[in-house]
């Protein structure tokens, strides 16, 4: 009895060290926000601030155009975000509940897009860009992306779970397939759309080398960039740096928390039948 309780135990105490141990990065990033130039030079720096210097935070919003940098990103990322989840639920919709001539064979040369490297695409995708007279714009940062085989692999998996007697007394009742997908599949769905919308906006929000590639104004770059200016400014001053990506942070942080809830569920649908 006495193992038998001490084996959950040590168990936990595991996960929490396990725990500490991939956070410690994130922690040391926001303490280090706070101390002062000479406590982030010490060595080994202190854990934990001696005060909460707010001077750090100041003087990285004023002297570089950090709100700037993540109005960009958000709105880039925030555009990315809803073009991918109306385009990949239509796509995928299709891929579900309509019959046509080829629909496998086509899904698989859709799917098999997800093979290829981005790297491969940069070129052509610049090119084009320039040619367009896009550069520096928000549709040259959004429009490359607007769509993409992960988002109608994602939600296609998760339509073929919903229960087929709800399209058959939708379809007594006369509805056709727009009705069926904003009545029935969109409200179903939103676990796996609400995954697929923080997926995309995570993974667009930390884009680097892209907007560095077709932006050149320093009013069009993004936080990842934003933060890499502040690496070669102050001398390094590491702590005026750490300030920076801790406000860049924050949005992913506030996503995370207002969206773990859906995301938990949209990870976990279909993994329990009945």
Same mark, same amino acid.
């Given at each position: 009895?006495?193992?038998?309780?001490?084996?959950?135990? &040590?168990?936990?105490? &595991?996960l929490v060290v396990l725990a500490l141990v991939v956070l410690y990065p994130l922690l040391f990033t926001v303490s280090s926000s706070f101390m002062t130039e000479k406590e982030v030079s010490n060595f080994p720096p202190p854990l934990f601030p001696s005060q909460l210097y707010l001077e750090n935070f100041k003087n990285a919003i004023s002297g570089f155009p950090i709100v700037r940098f993540i109005l960009n990103s958000f709105i880039v990322s925030s555009g990315i975000t809803v073009s991918q989840v109306i385009t990949s639920s239509l796509a995928a919709y299709a891929f579900s509940f309509l019959n046509f001539k080829g629909k496998k064979i086509l899904f698989a040369v859709f799917l098999s897009t997800m093979m290829i490297p981005w790297e491969v695409t940069i070129i $052509?995708?610049?090119?084009?860009?320039?040619?367009?007279g896009w550069m520096d714009s928000y549709q040259g940062l959004i429009v490359p992306f607007m769509a993409g085989a992960f988002g109608v692999f994602l939600l296609r998996q998760f339509f073929l =779970?919903? $229960?087929?007697?709800? +399209?058959?007394?939708?379809?007594?009742?006369?509805?056709?397939?727009?009705?069926? +997908? +904003?009545?029935?599949v969109l409200p179903l769905s939103r676990p796996a759309l609400s995954t697929l919308g923080v997926y995309v906006f995570l993974t667009h929000w930390n884009h680097y080398l892209? $907007?560095?590639l077709? %932006?050149?104004?320093?009013?069009?770059?993004? @936080? =990842?960039i934003g933060v890499s200016m502040l690496q070669h400014a102050e001398v390094m001053s590491w702590n005026l740096i750490l300030a920076g990506v801790t406000i860049v942070l924050l949005p992913s942080f506030l996503l995370?928390?207002?969206?773990?809830? =859906? &995301? @938990?569920?949209?990870? %976990?649908?279909?993994? @329990?039948?009945?």
């Open positions: 009895m006495i193992a038998k309780r001490i084996a959950p135990t &040590l168990n936990y105490l &595991l $052509p995708n610049y090119l084009t860009i320039k040619n367009w =779970q919903l $229960p087929n007697e709800l +399209f058959d007394a939708a379809k007594i009742d006369g509805c056709g397939h727009l009705r069926n +997908f +904003f009545s029935i892209w $907007p560095l077709i %932006t050149n104004r320093a009013s069009m770059r993004t @936080v =990842q995370l928390a207002l969206g773990v809830k =859906q &995301l @938990v569920r949209g990870i %976990t649908a279909g993994a @329990v039948k009945g």
